[in-house]
């Protein structure tokens, strides 16, 4: 269960567009903006595919200049009951 804290940036101009878009955006939840165009959200996905998916839909975006992952913690559940020590149940 990955979960990531996440710097974007965009124009100044756009920055109200540009959270308009990332609230539309499943797993993503914007934490604060400066008025110089940087975003600080947290990206929480299920797996690390769809964490991989989340940042190029992202940095797709024509809005945005760059999103950056600049902190990354993983966990491997089992059943969504507690975390995976690398044993076998």
Do not use: W
Not at 12 to 37: I, K, S
Request: aromatic content about 4%; proline content about 4%.
């Amino acid at each position: 269960m990955p979960i990531s804290g996440v710097v974007i940036t965009t124009r100044p101009e756009d920055l109200h567009q540009t959270r308009q878009f990332l609230a539309t955006c499943a797993g993503v939840e914007v934490h604060g903006a400066d008025g110089r165009g940087n975003i600080v959200a947290v990206f929480d996905t299920r797996t690390s595919e769809e964490m991989e998916r989340l940042l190029k839909t992202v940095n797709a975006c024509p809005l945005v200049l760059h999103a950056g992952i600049t902190y990354l913690n993983m966990e491997d559940v089992i059943d969504g009951e507690g975390l995976d020590s690398g044993t076998t149940p």
